[in-house]
């Protein structure tokens, strides 16, 4: 399979650098024509959409850039899906799970059928690509949770909740980037359509993890822990953050599998402890 990765962020390369099948794109898109072109010149059996605007230092940006934000996650996605239509071509486009706020009617969790409540600029960005993109044929939604990695960068979750002095301490669902770029790779080998969660099954807390963090990394961090609503109310965030649970049904259905999250979460903190010591060591 000849898979095609549109933008050269974070998750595109961690994508490039682990799948031997893989090419990358990183050109400037304006028009359906662009990406047609893109089709022509790289010939893909599938490809993996990484483009998108989350904002620096952090999603707050969006709140600001509005129209910046709209048109990299939602008219920018949506010419991505309309070439893919008219080039035949499977797309697998990364969404978010911050597209929930709250506890579901459901206490299992959020369904990839359920009906989303976004609140911040960001999140109903996201939503509004998944609304529209569902009704082309031939495309996969991926969404993601608080992407955890087991190396160093700033859109690593380990990396950002090092960085805080303060943390909210609430559970939630969370995607081990490992894990997400093996289920990533089986989606567009199945060319699955619809709505996928890729979350680790199970959920766990900021607190968690950075007890594990301690443990595993550095024992000498020391986080203060603030409630969720003094957020906003001491000026960390001028939106409240999305905090949920997702249901994972749709890859169950494919029995496609992820490790427990807590299982993933260590594996990753023992695998970044090491590079960590690496990196120190050819410093010196």
């Given at each position: 399979?000849?898979?095609?990765?549109?933008?050269?962020?974070?998750?595109?390369?961690?994508?490039?650098?682990?799948?031997?099948?893989?090419?990358?794109?990183?050109?400037?898109?304006?028009?359906?024509?662009?990406?047609?072109?893109?089709?022509?010149?790289?010939?893909?059996?599938?490809?993996?959409?990484?483009?998108?605007?989350?904002?620096?230092?952090n999603v707050d940006?969006?709140?600001?850039?509005?129209?910046?934000?709209?048109?990299?996650?939602?008219?920018?996605?949506?010419?991505?899906?309309?070439?893919?239509?008219?080039?035949?071509?499977?797309?697998?486009?990364?969404?978010?799970?911050?597209?929930?706020?709250?506890?579901?009617?459901?206490?299992?969790?959020?369904?990839?059928?359920?009906?989303?409540?976004?609140?911040?600029?960001?999140?109903?960005?996201?939503?509004?690509?998944?609304?529209?993109?569902?009704?082309?044929?031939?495309?996969?939604?991926?969404?993601?949770?608080?992407?955890?990695d087991n190396i160093?960068?700033?859109?690593?979750?380990?990396?950002?909740?090092?960085?805080?002095?303060?943390?909210?301490?609430?559970?939630?669902?969370?995607?081990?980037?490992?894990?997400?770029?093996?289920?990533?790779?089986?989606?567009?080998?199945?060319?699955?359509?619809?709505?996928?969660?890729?979350?680790?099954?199970?959920?766990?807390?900021?607190?968690?993890?950075?007890?594990?963090?301690?443990?595993?990394?550095?024992?000498?961090?020391?986080?203060?822990?603030?409630?969720?609503?003094?957020?906003?109310?001491?000026?960390?965030?001028?939106?409240?953050?999305?905090?949920?649970?997702?249901?994972?049904?749709?890859?169950?259905?494919?029995?496609?599998?992820?490790?427990?999250?807590?299982?993933?979460?260590?594996?990753?903190?023992?695998?970044?402890?090491?590079?960590?010591?690496?990196?120190?060591?050819?410093?010196?």
């Amino acid at each position: 399979m000849k898979i095609l990765i549109l933008g050269n962020g974070y998750i595109g390369n961690r994508c490039l650098d682990s799948w031997s099948d893989a090419e990358m794109c990183g050109d400037i898109i304006n028009t359906v024509d662009d990406i047609k072109k893109i089709i022509d010149k790289y010939k893909p059996d599938g490809i993996l959409n990484t483009i998108g605007i989350k904002g620096q230092p952090n999603v707050d940006w969006c709140e600001t850039h509005q129209a910046e934000t709209m048109w990299g996650n939602v008219v920018i996605p949506i010419m991505i899906a309309q070439a893919c239509k008219e080039k035949d071509i499977y797309l697998l486009h990364i969404g978010s799970g911050c597209v929930f706020y709250g506890e579901s009617p459901d206490p299992k969790g959020w369904a990839e059928t359920d009906f989303a409540n976004p609140q911040a600029t960001y999140s109903k960005s996201k939503y509004a690509a998944d609304l529209a993109l569902s009704k082309y044929p031939n495309i996969g939604i991926a969404r993601i949770r608080m992407p955890l990695d087991n190396i160093p960068s700033p859109g690593n979750i380990i990396n950002k909740l090092v960085k805080y002095e303060k943390i909210i301490d609430v559970e939630n669902s969370l995607t081990v980037i490992e894990d997400m770029m093996d289920v990533f790779h089986k989606l567009l080998e199945m060319k699955a359509s619809g709505i996928y969660h890729v979350a680790n099954p199970g959920t766990i807390k900021h607190k968690e993890i950075m007890e594990m963090y301690k443990k595993i990394v550095d024992s000498s961090i020391s986080k203060e822990w603030i409630k969720e609503e003094d957020l906003v109310k001491q000026k960390l965030a001028t939106k409240k953050r999305s905090n949920n649970f997702l249901q994972t049904k749709a890859l169950n259905e494919l029995r496609i599998e992820m490790r427990p999250v807590k299982e993933a979460v260590r594996d990753s903190l023992e695998k970044y402890k090491k590079l960590k010591d690496e990196l120190l060591s050819r410093s010196v």
